[in-house]
C-alpha cells in the first residue's frame, strides 16, 4: 500500500434521537493512500454516507463524532482543526460528489457563477478569473460549448451533465481527496458508464485519491483497488478488489456477491440474505450479522468478533477465521428458521 | 402488419401501434405548442405465463407504456388486446372488471402503499372492491395471501410505516395477487431495494409465477435483473422498441447498436475482467423534439451510418427467427440498397457486431 493521506481510527458518529442513541458509524478504521481509490460497500443503513460526512465534518446535531474517534488526513488531525481550518480543508484538500446532482447545485444560480464560486472562495479568484476558471473546469470534464453551457441553469442540463458539474465544482481547488457517495446511482448505465470512466481518467492524470461509495459490487470491481464492506455500522472486510471477489471471506460478503445477478452469469436462483439490517439504536450483542448468517454458533452470540488477519491487507471481522471448519456445515440462518417473517 | 409474437401460442395480452403524446402548453391559455412523443408506435405480445422486459434508460417511454396499457395513462392512439377483450373501447365498470385480471406493482414501495391503512386492509380492498370475499372469508385470505408472499399473517394489524422497503414490496405483490390476475405488469419492482432484498423480491415474483401461470411485463433497466428474469427482452429507445428478441439471444447477439451500447455499459462484476465498452456521444435527444429518421442515428456507431438513417423510419422486422429490430444497416432488411441510395444513402448494410457485444464476462 502507498503512504496514507486519510487514516480514520476507531470513528465513532452517533444520533442521539427520540428513540434512543443511533450507533450510525461504530468503531470504523481505514486508510487511502496516496492516488489509490478505494471503495467502501455495503447495504442502506450500514453507515456508509455518515462516515463520509464525518470525514468533512458535516455531521449535524443530533449527531456528534464521539471522543476517542481519530481522523488524520495529510498528517494533520481533522477533528482537532478549527471550524475556519476545517473549511479550508473542504474543497480546497477533500472535495465532495453527491448522489442527487440536482440538489447539490443551486437552482438559481449559473453552473459558471457556482463552478466559479469554489475558486472565489478558496483561492481569492476575482469575478473574470473565476469565470475563466470555470470554463476551464468544464471542459476539462468534456462538456461541449463550455462557454455557453456555464451560463446556464442546472435546470437546462441532463442529469449525466450535471454530475459532470458536480465533479468539475470538486475537482476546481485539485483536492487531494475525492469522497464520491454513490455518484452514479441516479443515472442510467450509459451515462454511469460515461462519468465513472471520466472520474478515473482525471483521478489517473491529477493524481487524486478517491473514497468511492457505493452498494454496486459491479461499479467496485471495476474502478477500485481496495474494498471495505461495511455492515451495522462496522467494517467487516476489507482485501484488495480482487481478493474480496476471488475469496471473499465474510459470510455477509458471501452473501452480497451471491444475491448480485451477472450479466451472462448462472440462471439459477439468486441467492438470498434473509432478514434485514438490525435497528441502529439496538445492535445484537456479538456479531450482528449473526441472525443472518448460515454459518453462526453459540460463541457468535456471546462474543463480538474482533477483525481478524486473514492474510496480507485481507481482514475480516467473522469468527470462522479461528474455527474455518465450522463453513462445511452451513444451516438456515436463524432469521429464516424464525418463519415466515424475512423480508 | 407482421409483429414480434411469442411463438405459435395465442397472446394473453397484444399491443399494437401503441402511443402517448403528452401536450406541452404554453402561456396563460395553455397554447399547445408542442407533443412529448413519450410512446410512439409500440407493438408486442405477451404470451400466458410469459415475462416479457421492457428496458431502456429513463424517458424511453417504459413506464408509459406500462400504463396505458392498463389504462392508467389513457393512450393516444393504437389498440390495446388482452385475452380477446378490446381493453381501449371499455367503459369504467367494464375496466374496473377487467383490471381484476391485469394487475400493477409500482417501483417505490415507500409511496404505493397509504399510509393510513393497515397491510390488512390494503390487501383486503381489492377482495372487497371485486365481491371476490367478505368477513371472515376475506380475513383468511388475506392471512393466506400475507403467508404467500412471506409476510407473517399476524402483521396484517400493522401499518405500511413499520415495514421495511423489501417487506413494503410483499404487501404490494400481495395487494396485487388479492385479485387473482394472471398479467402483471411489474414497474421496476426491485429498483428500489438493496441487493440481499432485490434478491428475495425476484424469487418470490418467479416462485409465484411457477406456481400461477401469471404473465409479466417487467420493467426495469437493470439488466443483470433483467437477463435473470425475463423470456424475452424489448429494449426501447425514445419511444420506440428498437429491439425484441428471446433473452439469450438479446444478451449474446444483440442486433441494434443500441442495445449492443447498453449492454457494454453494465459493470463487470469481476475484476480484471473490464468489459470493452461503447461509450456513447453525448445524451438522449428530447423525445419533444426526437431525430428524424432512426431516432438514434445521431449517436449510432454503426459503421454503415449513412444519410439514409436521417430519412428513413427503420420498421422492426425479423432479423432472425423470433429476433426483431429497427435498423436498416443490419442485414436482413426489407428496405432495399435502392431506396436507402434514393434517400441519399452512401453505405450498403453489413452485419456488424463489436467485440464489446461478444465480450460477456461467462
Not at chain 1, 102 to 125: C, K, S, W
Not at chain 1, 137 to 154: D, F, N, S, T
Not at chain 2, 212 to 221: K, M, Q, S, T, V
Not at chain 2, 290 to 314: L, T
Request: hydrophobic share 40%; net charge neutral; proline share 8%.
Amino acid at each position: 500500500m502507498t503512504t496514507p493521506l486519510l487514516e480514520i481510527e476507531n470513528l465513532h458518529t452517533y444520533f442521539y434521537t427520540d428513540n434512543g442513541v443511533a450507533r450510525a458509524v461504530d468503531g470504523v478504521s481505514f486508510s487511502v493512500g496516496v492516488g489509490e481509490t478505494v471503495g467502501v460497500v455495503g447495504e442502506s443503513g450500514c453507515g456508509k454516507s455518515v462516515t463520509a460526512l464525518s470525514i468533512l465534518r458535516l455531521v449535524r446535531p443530533p449527531g456528534r463524532i464521539e471522543p476517542g474517534s481519530v481522523m488524520r488526513f495529510e498528517g494533520r488531525d481533522l477533528l482537532g482543526l478549527e471550524e475556519r481550518e476545517m473549511q479550508h480543508v473542504r474543497g480546497n484538500r477533500i472535495a465532495m460528489v453527491f448522489q442527487e446532482p440536482m440538489t447539490a447545485l443551486n437552482p438559481v444560480f449559473t453552473v459558471g457563477d457556482q463552478i466559479g464560486e469554489v475558486a472565489r472562495i478558496h483561492a481569492n479568484a476575482s469575478k473574470r478569473e473565476a469565470w475563466a476558471k470555470a470554463i476551464e473546469m468544464l471542459k476539462l470534464v468534456g462538456i461541449p460549448a463550455p462557454e455557453q453551457r456555464a451560463g446556464e441553469y442546472p435546470h437546462q442540463l441532463s442529469g449525466g451533465m450535471r454530475q459532470r458539474v458536480v465533479i468539475a465544482m470538486a475537482l476546481v481547488m485539485n483536492p487531494a481527496l475525492i469522497i464520491a457517495d454513490e455518484p452514479t446511482t441516479a443515472l442510467d448505465v450509459t451515462i454511469q458508464a460515461q462519468i465513472l470512466e471520466l472520474l478515473a481518467d482525471l483521478t489517473r492524470r491529477l493524481g487524486t485519491s478517491v473514497l468511492l461509495i457505493t452498494h454496486d459490487l459491479g461499479v467496485v470491481a471495476e474502478n477500485c483497488t481496495r474494498v471495505i464492506v461495511m455492515y451495522a455500522g462496522e467494517v467487516v472486510e476489507e482485501a484488495s478488489t480482487v481478493d474480496l471477489f476471488a475469496r471473499a471471506h465474510h459470510p455477509y460478503t458471501e452473501g452480497l456477491l451471491g444475491a448480485m445477478p451477472r450479466v451472462g452469469g448462472e440462471k439459477d436462483r439468486l441467492a438470498t440474505i434473509p432478514g434485514t439490517v438490525p435497528a441502529p439504536t439496538d445492535w445484537p450483542k456479538g456479531c450482528r450479522f449473526r441472525d443472518r448468517c448460515p454459518y453462526s454458533w453459540e460463541r457468535c452470540a456471546a462474543e463480538h468478533p474482533p477483525l481478524y488477519q486473514i492474510a496480507g491487507g485481507h481482514t475480516s471481522r467473522c469468527h470462522l477465521a479461528d474455527e474455518p471448519e465450522r463453513r462445511q456445515h452451513p444451516h438456515p440462518p436463524l432469521a429464516a428458521q424464525r418463519g415466515a417473517s424475512a423480508a | 402488419m407482421t409483429v414480434p409474437a411469442h411463438d405459435a401460442t395465442r397472446p394473453l395480452l397484444s399491443v399494437r401501434d401503441l402511443t402517448r403524446h403528452f401536450p406541452i402548453k404554453r402561456g396563460v391559455f395553455g397554447r399547445v405548442t408542442g407533443q412529448v412523443r413519450a410512446v410512439d408506435g409500440v407493438s408486442f405480445d405477451v404470451a400466458p405465463g410469459e415475462t416479457l422486459a421492457l428496458v431502456g434508460e429513463s424517458g424511453c417511454g417504459k413506464s408509459t407504456t406500462g400504463r396505458a396499457i392498463l389504462r392508467l395513462i389513457e393512450p393516444t392512439s393504437g389498440a390495446v388486446t388482452f385475452d380477446g377483450i378490446d381493453v381501449l373501447s371499455l367503459d369504467g365498470a367494464e375496466l374496473r372488471k377487467l383490471r381484476r385480471r391485469m394487475q400493477i406493482v409500482f417501483q417505490d414501495p415507500f409511496s404505493s402503499l397509504n399510509p393510513r391503512m393497515s397491510i390488512g386492509a390494503i390487501v383486503r380492498e381489492g377482495l372487497t372492491i371485486h365481491r371476490l370475499a367478505e368477513g371472515g372469508a376475506a380475513d383468511a385470505r388475506v392471512r393466506q395471501l400475507l403467508e404467500e408472499v412471506g409476510l407473517r399473517p399476524e402483521y396484517a394489524t400493522r401499518y405500511p410505516h413499520e415495514f421495511s422497503g423489501g417487506q413494503r414490496q410483499r404487501v404490494g405483490i400481495a395487494r396485487a395477487l388479492s385479485v387473482e390476475p394472471s398479467f402483471i405488469v411489474c414497474d421496476e419492482p426491485v429498483s428500489a431495494l438493496d441487493v440481499s432484498v432485490q434478491a428475495q423480491v425476484v424469487n418470490l415474483l418467479q416462485d409465484l409465477q411457477r406456481d400461477r401461470g401469471l404473465a409479466y411485463l417487467f420493467i426495469a433497466h437493470d439488466l443483470s435483473i433483467v437477463e435473470h428474469i425475463a423470456d424475452r427482452v424489448a429494449v426501447m429507445y425514445l419511444g420506440h422498441i428498437v429491439e425484441l428478441a428471446p433473452v439469450e439471444r438479446l444478451y449474446r447477439e444483440p442486433v441494434m447498436p443500441y442495445t449492443q451500447a447498453l449492454l457494454s455499459a453494465v459493470p463487470a462484476p469481476e475484476p480484471g475482467v473490464k468489459r470493452e465498452r461503447i461509450l456513447l456521444a453525448g445524451d438522449v435527444p428530447s423525445p419533444a423534439n426526437p431525430p428524424s429518421g432512426c431516432v438514434f442515428h445521431p449517436r449510432c456507431q454503426h459503421p454503415a451510418r449513412d444519410a439514409a438513417c436521417a430519412k428513413i423510419v427503420p420498421p422492426l422486422e425479423e432479423k432472425a427467427p423470433g429476433h426483431w429490430a429497427a435498423c436498416i444497416k443490419q442485414p436482413p432488411t426489407s428496405v432495399s440498397w435502392e431506396q436507402q441510395q434514393a434517400a441519399g444513402g452512401t453505405k450498403p448494410p453489413e452485419f456488424f457486431l463489436p467485440r464489446a457485444a461478444l465480450h460477456r464476462s461467462a
